[in-house]
């Protein structure tokens, strides 16, 4: 596969599943009356935004690091100011049911399996969604040998090249991306509704989880960028950030000129 190809289509991957898991969860508070605060596609350094603009009670926000979507959800959380806690209101998560809450939580995540099934359908057109499966399930373990240390990276560059000779490559690329955030998501909500029962675990299982996630990032990038030197590398990443910057701030750009209604 093309060197050129394989970052861009990662970049057009990662922007589509981030955007849908920001609309999924965006959806599911609407549904039920709880207020979004943020809509953020990519991290922010300090209080800066390469785009920010505001609709009814929710910011937009583009950050600089393409590396996740994320939805503020007013409640989800326990919030305070100052130690004291925030009075809590009728379209905070936090007055909800527990089967709202449970919802408007791993909703999201759940919902990714949409678009995990139907990338997969396409890996194959011509063979089976049960055949096309077993063709994710090839790609998943190799990747998973390679970040567990039982294959080295010549073995699992050479399975991968014999799949992407075969198959379509772009939607076996959406199903990754599907996985990993359904992961990352699943993961973070863990880690902070435990960190609010133990404030200790908060800063050391963020910490872990972000060495855990570079360390898989790092993993899929090596394997499918296929690069060989700093040139290739800076090369992929320069094609990946600009395609997730350009596809981004588009769909930013939508949502800004979209009529105002009561629902975005």
């Not at 981030?18 to 999924?24: D, E, K, P, S």
């Not at 991968?160 to 996985?179: E, G, K, R």
Request: a negative charge.
């Amino acid at each position: 596969m093309d060197l050129l190809t394989i970052p861009v289509y990662f970049g057009i991957a990662a922007v589509i599943i981030m955007f849908l898991f920001n609309i999924f969860h965006y959806s599911f508070a609407s549904i039920f009356g709880v207020r979004v605060e943020t809509f953020g596609m990519f991290i922010t350094i300090g209080n800066t935004y390469f785009l920010k603009f505001k609709r009814n009670h929710t910011d937009y926000t583009l950050g600089w690091i393409p590396t996740t979507g994320f939805v503020k959800i007013s409640g989800m959380f326990d919030d305070n100011i100052d130690g004291e806690p925030v009075k809590e209101e009728d379209y905070m998560l936090s007055s909800k049911t527990p089967f709202v809450r449970f919802i408007c939580t791993v909703g999201a995540p759940l919902l990714l399996l949409i678009p995990f099934v139907v990338s997969a359908m396409f890996i194959d057109p011509n063979g089976s969604l049960n055949a096309n499966f077993n063709v994710l399930n090839d790609v998943i373990y190799n990747l998973y040998q390679l970040v567990i240390g039982t294959i080295e990276s010549v073995e699992a560059h050479e399975n991968w090249n014999a799949i992407a000779n075969t198959y379509a490559v772009f939607p076996i690329i959406l199903c990754i991306m599907s996985l990993f955030t359904a992961f990352v998501s699943i993961t973070t909500l863990l880690t902070n509704s435990i960190g609010q029962k133990i404030e200790a675990f908060n800063v050391i299982g963020s910490i872990g989880l972000l060495i855990l996630y570079l360390y898989i990032l790092y993993k899929i990038g090596s394997l499918y960028f296929s690069v060989h030197n700093f040139t290739d590398a800076l090369f992929s990443f320069v094609q990946f950030i600009i395609t997730t910057y350009i596809i981004s701030f588009v769909l930013m750009l939508l949502i800004k000129i979209l009529p105002k209604n009561k629902y975005i």
